[in-house]
């Protein structure tokens, strides 16, 4: 073979650099890469291949082509390989063997490498480095790959920092934001390092939004920087080795050189984080939200809020597990899965409990902010609260644990959200007056101290309402009335320090895969709570539910795993006036030791056999706690009490009434319907026949996407100790359980836990 064969000035043709070729006559051309092997088969293609060294252009190809390729069969064979991205042009590039190597990684990476090396030398990168970082060892490192380092505006700026939270960095977005220059963030310092994400003004997030998201997952940092008055990052002592440094800042070298390069995928958009001590590499996806202040549009929540809430029609799709969805369980995890992790997700984590059988399905998912309180006590709350998942399959309480944990998270308060001042009285008739929502009775607020001492903060008594303080309040929709009406907004969202006398909870709230689903949900919630606390603090024995008319192999199998455990299981009807099929799930054990460890689970849907797996599986997803060993300090004081004190001996309303035959499954009857709207109208027509209104706030955030909201009916009750007068005694009278109405202190003086 003849070397230097090109004309010049011409292109010559070659197999990419980082493929090199060996020939099986008679078989095939082999070209060995990297990732793998590529096996070329053809009638010439063995004869041609050795003139593909990168030495000549298509004129000496032709000139020393062996007799019988002719032009045209030459040139379809080299459009072949081309369009297969085998062979490419060559240069007269540096033939040493550094230069080599760096050639055909661009050859790897599918660039031209000309235009590559071009475009890496031209182009100028400024070098930021704060936190004490290294700016020497950066440039170095820039250099390596031949990068021009300028003191002044770049092309691209690389900025090397301790913690992606310091101060500095909102000024660096800032003045790059204003310019319109793309910057990379790299971490070299600690046992983990990241390099990434890019930042592209006017493309994609910008520094706030990834510190909003950072923000959510360093709670208890964040408590102790407050508590002393501190703002930003807390300090943390140097981590580090030089070779990790060096690998960190060489990888954002990388990084840089193929963004100038071109190259282009969503991939650039994450932090890419090392871990030394574990050797893995984990992605943090970081994503624009709509409404950054710093990059987006800050009014899209509160302005949304003053909008109707629209329902349509919205098909069902998944009618298993736990209830009637428009989307499947699968649809779900696969749409929202970027919300998961420990850096940059809205859910740090989603877990199986792994204590007790896994047939109980109980899956774990972070945090719980509707816990949150005062002080030290009240992180431990948020933090050993956790959300959590049901279903009776592990994909069920997988996407359970999510839209739970979502839920949680959209319902804080963040400043962003819709407000009016006023106070009640100035507001007239567009005020919902918290009293017909919260249900205090008068005599609560005499011992509301010495209550609120003894009892868990879920039991919290507020102060009594002042009609004429002066509040924020949040606009509701009102499906019923067709128009807006307020209610405070520490009420609407987690987080609100004020009134005292007002709180937040999280019944009627709800995550789901339309905002139809999660409104149904919410509604059903709201029913099954009413229901509850009707049977609960009256203490009326109930008709138990016939588990074995469901023919459920599930339900079969749930009674044998209890049973293993020394545990008996059974179910309450505990169906009010609203006609909803609502039902308690109750366990406890048999086993003869010192407790029962009577534990519940409740739930309600239009379809009796859904209620009934809601009720069952929220039982299993209360029973890890119950297994060995039991730890009673991860219990708050009242449920405490409760599992070291009632046995069902003396509380006989638990268990289901022996003068009435159980309900069997087709007891409640149920009507199918194959849309979302209509269950939503049937339980819309219950509640307004009943004189009651719905209102529903759209909680769903726009970076985060899958909807949330908050469903509030004023007359329905909670679970919890709110003892007011209303349905909680009229009801059992109503439907024949009691002759007359409890007096208040004839209410069942325990308050339910859950």
């Known amino acids: ?29 082999y070209l060995f890469g990297e990732s793998g092997v590529t096996a070329v088969a053809g009638t010439h293609v063995e004869t041609l291949a050795p003139l593909l060294d990168g030495t000549r252009d298509l ?101 090397a920092c301790a913690d992606y939270l310091a101060s500095e960095l909102r000024d660096i977005d800032a003045a790059h934001r204003a310019a319109g220059t793309p910057w990379l963030l790299v971490k070299p310092v600690g046992a983990q390092v990241c390099v990434g994400p890019f930042f592209t003004p006017g493309d994609g997030p910008c520094w706030r939004c990834l510190a909003t998201r950072l923000s959510v997952n360093r709670k208890a940092e964040a408590h102790v920087r407050a508590r002393c008055g501190q703002r930003g ?50 992605q943090h996806e970081v994503r624009h939200r709509p409404q950054c202040p710093d990059c987006g549009d800050p009014e899209i929540v509160a302005r949304r809020a003053f909008e109707p809430v629209e329902l349509f029609s919205r098909v069902k799709r998944s009618c298993e597990g736990g209830g009637h969805r428009s989307s499947s369980p699968q649809e779900m995890l696969d749409t929202y899965r970027h ?66 944990a979502v839920e949680r998270r959209s319902g804080a308060c963040f400043g962003e959200e819709a407000r009016v001042r006023g106070s009640y009285r100035s507001l007239g008739n567009l005020a919902i007056h918290p009293d017909t929502v919260q249900h205090y009775h008068p005599r609560q607020f005499e011992n509301r101290e010495a209550w609120n001492a003894s009892h868990s903060s879920f039991q919290y008594v507020t102060t009594p309402f002042d009609e004429d303080e002066v509040i924020d309040w949040t606009p509701l929709w009102s499906l019923t009335e067709r128009r807006h009406k307020l209610l405070p907004t520490a009420m609407c969202y987690f987080g609100v320090s004020t009134p005292d006398s007002v709180t937040s909870n999280s019944n009627g709230c709800a995550a789901g895969s339309s905002l139809e689903d999660a409104v149904l949900q919410a509604l059903l919630e709201l029913v099954e709570r009413d229901s509850v606390a009707i049977w609960w603090y009256n203490r009326t024995p109930l008709p138990g539910v016939d588990l074995d008319s469901f023919h459920d192999p599930w339900i079969d199998e749930l009674r044998e795993v209890h049973a293993s455990l020394g545990r008996e299981v059974w179910l309450l009807d505990v169906t009010a006036d609203l006609g909803i099929p609502s039902m308690v799930a109750v366990s406890r054990r048999t086993d003869g030791g010192p407790r029962e460890d009577i534990m519940f689970g409740c739930g309600a849907h239009l379809d009796p056999r859904i209620a009934a797996r809601r009720a069952l599986t929220e039982l299993n ?30 509380h006989p309303w638990l268990a289901p009434d022996p003068a009435v035959p159980a309900h069997d499954v087709f007891h409640h009857g149920h009507t199918h319907r194959a849309d979302l709207l209509d269950d939503i109208q049937a339980v819309r027509d219950v509640l307004e026949a009943k ?41 059992p009278v109503q439907l024949g359980r009691l002759s007359t109405p409890r007096r208040y202190e004839e209410l069942n003086p325990i308050p339910l836990f859950m």
């Open 233 to 282: 990052p807390a300090p943390r002592p140097a981590i580090g080795l030089p070779s990790l440094q060096a690998t960190a800042l060489d990888i954002a070298s990388v990084e840089a050189a193929k963004w100038l390069a071109g190259i282009r995928h969503e991939t650039q958009r994450s932090i890419w984080n090392y871990d030394s001590l574990s050797m893995k590499v984990t």
């Open 691 to 731: 004189g009651m209104e719905v209102l529903v706030l759209d909680q769903t955030r726009p970076d985060i996407g899958l909807p949330v909201v908050r469903v509030v009916v004023p007359g329905l009750r909670h679970f919890w100790s709110r003892f007011a007068q209303g349905r909680l005694y009229d009801v």
């Open 59 to 159: 004129a000496a190809l032709l000139r020393d082509a062996p007799a019988g390729l002719t032009a045209d069969k030459v040139g379809r064979m080299l459009t072949r390989l081309a369009a297969a991205g085998l062979i490419g042009r060559r240069g007269t590039e540096d033939g040493s063997a550094t230069a080599e190597a760096s050639l055909a990684y661009w050859d790897a990476v599918g660039l031209d490498p000309a235009d590559a090396v071009a475009a890496t030398t031209k182009s100028l990168v400024s070098v930021v480095a704060i936190d004490g970082t290294d700016r020497d060892a950066l440039v170095e490192a820039l250099h390596r790959n031949e990068l021009t380092v300028t003191s002044g505006s770049g092309d691209l700026t690389v900025v």
């Open 621 to 650: 997803q209360c029973m890890p706690a119950l297994c060995e060993p039991v730890d009673l300090s991860r219990f708050d004081v009242d449920m405490r009490h409760w599992l070291e004190t009632v046995r069902l001996a003396e």
């Open 1 to 29: 073979m003849r070397r230097e064969q090109a004309e010049p000035g011409e292109q010559r043709i070659g197999f990419k650099r980082h493929l090199r070729p060996q020939i099986v006559q008679g078989e095939a051309v």
């Open 339 to 404: 919300l998961v992790g420990p850096v940059t997700g809205i859910v740090r984590e989603i877990r199986r409990d792994e204590n007790g059988p896994e047939f109980f399905n109980s899956f774990v998912s972070g945090s719980n902010v509707a816990a949150a309180g005062e002080g030290v006590e009240g992180l431990r709350s948020t933090l050993r609260a956790d959300t959590g998942g049901k279903g009776v399959t592990p994909l069920d309480a997988q996407v359970g644990a999510l839209c739970e």
